[in-house]
């Protein structure tokens, strides 16, 4: 390409960063052709005007969708993106779903007046389906009524990670960060009415703290639809909308509305001068109102002989006549995050503890020798009803809840414990090289291996990152992005040593778990490219950037332009090759409809709600890294759910400490005191034991069931606790060995670090990568330490130490096989690391006495010796089909 070329399709582009942005895509030439990678490694820094402008993009399609969604089908669950009309999700038939979902995705885009408005819109709606409900007496059970209250049959994994994820997450970021940002002018008109449209700020602010109106209100929706839904002209549009089919609300037969939604109640704002004064709108608790309500409503589910809860459950009666009791691992065992965090929040520690039984009853019953569950079991029996085992569909969240669990919650440490075999079990009987496979729960590699990538599975390497995992995780993702960029958008389902999608697997939904995996690994990897001030620092002369943003960058414009529709974004169909793998990513020029038509693209007239809460929202913080007022906030960490809502870390409740400090609880203390007492006592039984005590204390006031006893479970976990001392011992040479500290910055003496197997040099300025990380990682479970790892320093000859593994590489082997390649090959794929790179694109973002062999490089003007653009896969004997990366 040309000077010229890259003018034409950067131009919110800063003029002086065209010289980097150039080079970039030289080194990124179109599909089929035969130009040689001018550097052979990872991507330079992206430009600042770069992220600025993907930024800007982000917001432009968040508008698009959530004003879509708003003025076409408010309060239906979703929108049909191809036809503008209110649309349903058969899983959570609930009103106002894509709203609920997306609450916090408009406070971390720094939209608050929007989000103060969305409030007030679920409690209008709440109220008037009150009234409704209590006119026609449709629930003479429900103390409440209300907006959950519909005889509607829902799936409990789906609405607690929608719904009651989405109102505890919007309740914790409102109360964290909404004090003060917004005027009650800016929420109602003088009448009362909640306001549409434009309030005084036209854009998002980039410093939400700092920058202001004078009366607190600075967002709201930045486009302006004309004629909308909800406008003046044909408000009464949505009157009983909740009672259509399109809704997914049931009422009785010939039963009519009796209050509509008044016109007046959505107006769009207007210049009049509004009699309301400039105090700022207050916050009031009301989604931790609705969460509660929603909580209790799934409460019902749990009604089993082993406290596996059903997979359906209905929201006025519970679980619903003559349903199976066949359950899947991950809709039982992703809800302990919600629910723990709903119990902590209000006192009531029956949420917590049934979710927390779930996880227990169903990690008991795993394989015994090789660590793995199945995806489906009977929720009454215990027995599994599918034996398939892996990390993709049915299961992938229940590997990422035991871990964010105890990372939430580090009280429950035997959630710790729990994730150590299990992700042993994937790690050494479901994995194939830098893949991760489908196979017999029973027999492992040995059995029938699926060799399928599911795009679930994405999120499994940003798994890893919370684990100090780098290694493996940018390998599995480098692996995971070939499949991107050979068909443009991840597919379903793509086999992987036949290089193709499977039958019925090739529709993209625009799903999040790439993009993700996409985000972890760029926090993880900031300042490897070096800084002078240090990669931490939110100082100007330090970039917030990675190689991994330039993968973000082209996901984000494929998804861009291959499901932009007038109406939203719709899930792509038939993605292929030939299709969406040809995406012109050098014509930006083109508009997206323009493309999609020269590409003979297909859609699904279907937006998923998760596309604003979790898609936009990953891709929205990877560009906002160094902004974010997450990343930003120095008084909580912030961990997200599998829907993509950051929570934080609540304390047990008062009211929760005093039930547990009653006279019954002291006793129970005392008892498994004197047991610990006994077993120390007894010279025989592993050191070990002891610590496996305190989690049996811990237990106590759990709760439990004939089919799930707590001396079951209690036994698995000295199992677990005695297997990981024994193997920590002879791995250390350290007998007197503990279980080591939570995962929380602490200073701890030499002495005390070594008891837990941490050498001294792991926690040292200077950490040295073979200390920390090895080519697989060190996934057998016992090899993982509590403790974050120093992954963040810049030190040249640390990245080195890497091989420059965690970079987003031009060129990538992805191999099947954990055996290290050959000589020849070894050679081949050395290549620059993002931090060396810097020196060839001319930028001043290096680290200071960086060493570079540059007679061993090429300059731009010099072909290299070897193609050093093909990525491809490499497994010896087993070769996969080659893969060459372009642009998406």
Request: glycine share 6%; net charge negative; aromatic share 10%.
């Amino acid at each position: 390409q040309t000077q010229e070329s890259v003018e034409e399709i950067t131009p919110s582009v800063d003029p002086s960063d065209f010289r980097h942005l150039l080079q970039t895509y030289l080194q990124y030439p179109p599909f089929g052709s035969e130009t040689y990678n001018p550097v052979g490694g990872a991507f330079p820094p992206m430009p600042p005007s770069q992220i600025e402008a993907n930024k800007k993009l982000l917001h432009s399609m968040f508008t698009h969708a959530y004003d879509s969604y708003f003025y076409n089908a408010f309060p239906a669950s979703e929108l049909k993106p191809l036809t503008c009309q209110p649309g349903k999700f058969n899983l959570v038939r609930v009103p106002a779903l894509t709203l609920i979902d997306s609450l916090d995705t408009l406070i971390i885009m720094r939209n608050f007046t929007e989000f103060a408005r969305s409030v007030e819109r679920l409690r209008y709606l709440d109220e008037l389906m009150k009234n409704e409900f209590q006119e026609k007496k449709e629930t003479p059970d429900d103390s409440r009524g209300g907006l959950f209250a519909v005889d509607q049959d829902v799936s409990l994994f789906e609405t607690t990670i929608r719904v009651l994820g989405g109102l505890l997450s919007a309740h914790q970021l409102a109360v964290a960060f909404m004090a003060d940002h917004v005027s009650k002018s800016d929420v109602w008109d003088s009448s009362g009415d909640v306001l549409v449209g434009h309030s005084k700020a036209e854009f998002f602010p980039d410093d939400p703290i700092e920058s202001s109106t004078e009366d607190g209100g600075n967002d709201g929706s930045s486009v302006d639809v004309s004629q909308g839904a909800l406008s003046d002209d044909n408000g009464d549009s949505y009157s009983c909308l909740w009672e259509t089919s399109e809704s997914g609300v049931k009422v009785e037969e010939g039963h009519t509305c009796t209050s509509e939604i008044p016109a007046a109640n959505n107006k769009k704002k207007k210049n009049s001068t509004s009699s309301i004064t400039t105090q700022s709108w207050e916050y009031d608790g009301f989604l931790l109102e609705l969460a509660h309500d929603i909580g209790n409503r799934l409460l019902l589910a749990f009604d089993s002989a082993t406290g596996i809860p059903y997979g359906t459950v209905n929201l006025l009666h519970g679980i619903p006549r003559g349903e199976t009791s066949v359950a899947s691992l991950a809709g039982a065992g992703t809800l302990s995050l919600e629910f723990e965090l709903l119990s902590r929040l209000t006192g009531d520690q029956s949420f917590g503890k049934a979710a927390k039984m779930a996880t227990r009853a169903l990690w008991i019953r795993r394989s015994a020798e090789l660590n793995l569950l199945g995806k489906h079991i009977d929720a009454q029996s215990g027995v599994w009803k599918e034996y398939l085992s892996g990390v993709g569909s049915n299961s992938d969240s229940f590997y990422e809840y035991l871990i964010k669990h105890y990372l939430l919650f580090p009280d429950d440490s035997d959630f710790w414990k729990m994730f150590l075999k299990v992700y042993s079990g994937v790690h050494d009987n479901s994995r194939l090289g830098e893949w991760y496979v489908d196979v017999d729960m029973g027999h492992g590699l040995n059995g029938h291996v699926r060799q399928v990538f599911e795009s679930l599975m994405a999120f499994y390497p940003g798994l890893q990152v919370l684990l100090g995992e780098l290694v493996p995780s940018a390998k599995t993702l480098n692996s995971f992005f070939l499949v991107r960029e050979f068909l443009g958008l991840l597919p379903e389902r793509f086999n992987f040593v036949h290089w193709k999608t499977e039958p019925s697997g090739d529709i993209h939904p625009l799903r999040p778990e790439l993009i993700e995996s996409c985000y972890f690994l760029h926090l993880a990897s900031i300042g490897l490219h070096g800084s002078k001030s240090g990669p931490c620092s939110n100082s100007n002369s330090s970039p917030h950037t990675s190689s991994w943003l330039w993968a973000a960058d082209f996901a984000l414009h494929a998804v861009h332009k291959l499901s932009w529709t007038p109406c939203g974004f719709a899930t792509v169909l038939k993605v292929r090759p030939t299709t969406t793998g040809v995406l012109d990513f050098v014509g930006d020029s083109r508009d997206p409809l323009s493309e999609q038509k020269r590409l003979n693209i297909e859609h699904d007239d279907e937006m998923p709600s998760y596309f604003l809460s979790e898609t936009i929202k990953y891709l929205y913080l990877t560009f906002d890294a160094e902004n974010s007022i997450l990343h930003r906030d120095s008084e909580r960490d912030w961990v997200f759910t599998t829907e993509a809502h950051p929570i934080h870390y609540v304390p047990v409740s008062d009211h929760t400490m005093h039930m547990a400090n009653s006279l019954d609880a002291q006793l129970d203390q005392v008892r498994s005191l004197l047991k610990e007492s006994i077993s120390n006592s007894r010279p025989s039984i592993n050191e070990g034991f002891s610590a496996a005590a305190s989690v049996d204390r811990n237990l106590e006031h759990e709760s439990w069931s004939k089919s799930t006893p707590k001396a079951m479970f209690v036994e698995s976990m000295h199992d677990v606790e005695r297997e990981v001392i024994t193997i920590k011992q002879g791995a250390t040479g350290v007998q007197n060995f503990k279980s080591g500290p939570s995962f929380r910055r602490s200073s701890f003496s030499s002495a005390e670090l070594e008891s837990y197997g941490i050498s001294s040099s792991e926690t040292s300025a200077n950490n040295q990568a073979h200390d920390q990380f090895e080519s697989q990682g060190k996934g057998s479970g016992y090899g993982l330490g509590k403790r974050c790892p120093n992954f963040h320093h810049p030190d040249l000859q640390w990245t080195h130490a890497l091989h420059h593994s965690l970079d987003y590489n031009a060129a990538h082997s992805s191999s099947v096989s954990d055996e290290s390649p050959n000589s020849k090959d070894l050679s081949d794929e050395r290549m620059l690391s993002a931090l060396a790179s810097v020196c060839f694109y001319g930028t001043d973002y290096y680290a200071d006495g960086m060493r570079v062999d540059k007679s061993k490089s090429c300059p731009i003007e010099e072909a290299p010796d070897h193609n050093a653009n093909s990525k491809h896969t490499n497994t010896h004997n087993d070769k996969l089909r080659p893969s060459t990366r372009t642009p998406p």
